[in-house]
């Protein structure tokens, strides 16, 4: 068989150095040229993560048993000689850049599966890539100094072990630099301020949220098929939301980006949310904030604590084993004290008065002075069920809290104003568990009289008008929406958020977060992709929706659903390729076909096939993915 | 030593205020209700008049009193958590006992003399409760002065503890007209009554069965939720309150799950939906109520309001929302953000309102209102709305309830489905056995024996022997329940329970229960030999069908399972129940078929949750062959063909329920304290 001569470069030697050319016949296999390239450059390194990628026929030549006959190459063949695995910018669903290794020949579809596995994602198949929308170039200079996370050094081998250091996975634990990178990852990040978030991209419309989903890449072809270069940046976000065993335990890094995913979109309008849902997710960053914040300290702290938190118990056992002191106990606290009182009547301009208040059990008496408060009090309100508000202005050194106290005849309207922050605090947080039926007693008490203080501090060092910012201060209008910005001013929102995070200051880190993602999936709109179509005979442009258990079709005209079908009713679903038109068959012979506008039908066909495939997970109990179904679902022609 | 006495005495002190007290604790201090009940119901007073009498009567009445009620109800809330599934376990332990209330604590008396002697019927419900070991080797006589005190501290902290639940007696309508009177804790929730009244009234228990709490003043009604309460709706009623509380079937009740699609689906035709497949509803219930949150149905439509104790209706376009209810403001269009809020969930119920075209000149008369539960009379703060037509509220009023109860609804649901099925076998034993009476421990509780812990006192109990023949002793035949907790019939227990034997309560425990005490088990009462066979070869199944037995094949439907077969084949003609074709032979009288027809079987098929699984099938092949269990039941039916499937979602706990209100979570960690005041006791004594 004759010899001819090959010409392949060799990415590594530089993009000026010519193509290194070996002498072959065509019956020699891949593995073979691949050895004679190494041998002739005559550098020593490990080549194995290296492979053979054909310019003209933009393919990989991964088969290394096969010989460049059946491959078809040929004397004129433009090889490359390449890494498998190089270096990308990952935009994280928290916002922070991070640059990781990783498979521009594998399908993304396994490219998202190499790097959840080294994040520590678990069921990565939710997650998928897509182009990033590309900033105005004068923005980007000023933002070029952003911190990029490196993790090029971890190899992505190691990742598939998952065992635990220190809270960790095990080669995150190998450096500080590493540990800081997990700690990113499994952390949520502080909230933007409120001025960078009004300069980001809002969608404005429903065909402004049909622009992001154009730019998914395609999961079963690789990076490289899809003229990504090496550094390039690629954001990592959760494609398909249906959540399968969402886990606190297990699932930290999974929960807290799909938080910060949920978190900017809402931030950013993607979502659409009312005024109250807004406050109350308002409430919640602001208190996974906070507690993200106290959780890394005494994270950080570890086991030094240990003893003294020994000790602590300790002492308070020796303490409960004193049993008189246990009956003093017994005696639930209570709160005595001058407080003004208004009862807001109609037609009358009655100003407040100052009463002699005691709060006992889930019920404020009050009396003319305290000289009285052995007698019969003017009124006894119970607060238990009541609706608690508050009613401040920290500038104005106005502590008031609102309670609206049911009685057969209604609610009664009544205002306590406290003299200073600290009373408030402790009467605002008697009134809060009382209308839930707690009294003082509980152990919530404290907690609640300390959170509500520190809200309080917050507010005094933002005055509205100065937006410094610092690590402990949260500006509030960070917490809502440009929109919201704009309606409001921080010291109007700030009650607001105020009294949303009433309700959820007792929440532990993890369940806040679970609350924040329940709500956010309880939106109408949650979870629900949106691209431009135009249907089979009509000629104007409409959207249609994606959600994980349906589509809806969206008149623009209208700017609402106007149909909705169910998967469980779909028949069958075909892609014409050649005019690359989706077709569906539903029950009861419904047959609708739509060619996309402006996005490949391929990510439409992707996205109802991904989510089909998504619905059949744990049906086998096994925990190993069905990858091939996956590409048979949503793979199309070309694929595999 | 001086220590403890002067806290004992100390003790004593709070008992005597307490019990000086008392009779205005057992109420909210400022809600009149109950002494309103007391004017309106004639019964509701019951309690309250019983307490204000002990107050006349010496301490060791009232310790007695305390004490045995704590026991009974203990012991019962025990049980009760322990499983949720059969009703068997008698709500009315409490009930009974104070009932004719101001006689019961004079019948306590005998049992307690003074002070000193009282401490004995506590003695044994302290053996149910962790304590330190009693006595160590050399009991001086100081340690069993010690001792002594100790037991009166936790005797004392016991009726502390007990002092602070409050209770009702509440009369509850019955659809023919007729009424029940019943004693509720506030520990009791409306499943716990209802179960009470399940086994009060035969009725044939289906879910639908709901306690409706209803206002002539404001003309509404309102079905309480399975979880709530008993006492909190009827603690907000005024003290010249005519609210009633009805025992009716309400189709509404638990509509959204029998057919999920006409609330989620509902902007389809009703009659196209109908026939949707079982299969279908369950991937609909999947998808909102399985996944990690709750969906409520995107309800959206025109209503009428009536709001700030305005007098017109006027109408907007209201959306439902998880967070509340919203409408559209004049001008604006219906995205979210232009939303306004008429009001959230929190704080109020929603409520029909009857005849309201009359009363406020409504547009229909399909109106529903959402108010505080404690506002009991026209306010400004009531929110009035009004439907076009019936199905129409029933669309909001369901909605809402999903918006506010959330994953508690289908918890709820999910209860009621397994009670159901095992309280229909039972009845249906109990009304083929109508002259059995209801093995209830109240006879207990009156004669004194209800401080012993339930197992012991059962067999004991002499108290029954006026009711109760007592039965012949084939004692061995009982085996255990099968101890399989995942699955929802219980119901062999109580089939037992009425049918044949007085229940042991924990016998009931469905889920975890130990093996009961064979031996303790009053034997069953004489079988009627027309009805039954007793297989010969049957008598001694041998004991080890506790371990032995292969978790049975419980019918995932939930009907009387073949569980109890253990047991002498019960049923005959008389029974039509499946029960026989369990391990022991039956009376091959044939009927093979575990569901005999003409039998209302409890779960209508929608209502089921689990796969159908062929137990008739296996339970036909298992019968003839003896004592063998039968053979496990097939699989269930492999996943549907990928394509076409819903998304598993993960099952998610559902929310807690709501808190319990203080005095009730004053009780276990009295309970707590009372442990840690042992200990402190003991470490004050050994040095000593």
Redesign the interface.
Known sequence: MAAWDLSVTVEDLGPDAPPVTISVTSDLHIGGVILKIVEQIQVKRDWSDYAMWWEQKQRWLLRTGWTLDKCGVQADAKLIFSAQHKPVLLGLPNGVTLRMRASFSAPVFRTVMEIGKVLNFRHPEELSLLRPVEEKKKKKDKKSEEEIYDITDIPLTSASVQCLYNGMPAHFADSPKTEAVYKMLSVSQPSPAPETLAKLYRPASIVDKTHIHTRWLDSSRSLKHQGIQENDKLWLRFKYFSLYDLDPRYDVVRLIQLYEQARWAILLEDIDCTEEEMMLFGALQYHIGKESQSDVQALTSGLEDLDSALQCLEVKMGGESSATEMLENMAAPELNEYLKILRPRRLTLKGYKQYWCSFKDTSISYFKSQEESLGEPIQQLNIKGSEVAPDINVAGQKFCIKLLVPAPEGMNEVYLRCENEKQYAHWMAACKLASKGLTMADSSFDNEVQSIQTFLSMQRTNPGAQMTQSDDNINTLSLVSPRYHKKFKAKQVTPRILEAYQNVAQLPLMTAILRFLQIWQGLPDFGISYFMVRFKGSRKDEVIGVANNRLIRVDLGVGDAVKTWRYNTMRQWNVNWDIRQVAIEFDGHINIAFSCVDADCKIVHEYIGGYIFMSTRGRDQSDTLNVELFHKLTGGHEAL | MD??D??FS??LGEMDLLTQSLGVETL????PPSTAMETNFGSVGFTDASLHELEDNDLDALMADLVADLNATEEKMASERGMSKSSTLPTPTVNDFSFPSPTAAPAFTPTSTSTSTSTSPVEPAASTSPLPPPQNSKPSKEEIEAQLKADKIKLALEKLKEAKVKKLVVRVEMSNGSSKTLMVDERQTVRDVLDNLFEKTHCDCNIDWCLCETSPDLQTERGLEDHEHMVEPLS?W?RDSENKVLFQQREDKYAIFKDPQNFY?W?KDRNTLKDMKEK?KE?LLE?NFC??????P?LEGLLHLKEDGKRSWKPRYFLL????M?FVPKGK?????D?V?LV?F??VNVYHGKDYKNKYKAPTDHCFLLK??????E????KYLCCDDEWTMTLWVTGIRIAKYGMTLYENYKTAVKKTSSSASWTDIVTSNASTPSPTPKAKAANGHAPKPAQESAPTAPSNQSAFPPPPPPVGILPPPPPDPGLPPPPPASMLAKGSLPPPPPFSMGGSFPPPPMDDLPPPPPLDDDEVEMPPDFMPPPPPPVMGFPTPPLPARGFPSPTSGGRPPPPARGFPSPTPGGRPPPPARGFPSPTPGGRPLPPSPSGRILPPQPSPVSLATGSPEGSLPPPPPPPPPP?PP?????????RKAGPPPP????PV?AAPSGGD?MN??M???Q??RTPQ
């Open positions: 220590d403890i002067a806290m100390e003790m909210p201090p400022e809600s907000a005024t689906i902007k279908e991937m998808e996944g990690t949150s709750i969906i409520v995107d929302r998880a967070s509340g919203y269009t219906k995205t979210s953000r939303l809020c959230q929190d704080n505080h539960p404690q506002i009991q009379k306010s400004q703060y009531i996943p990928a394509v076409m499937a819903p998304s598993p979602m993960v808190k319990r209100t203080t979570s304290f840690e005041l200990v402190a006791m470490k004050k």
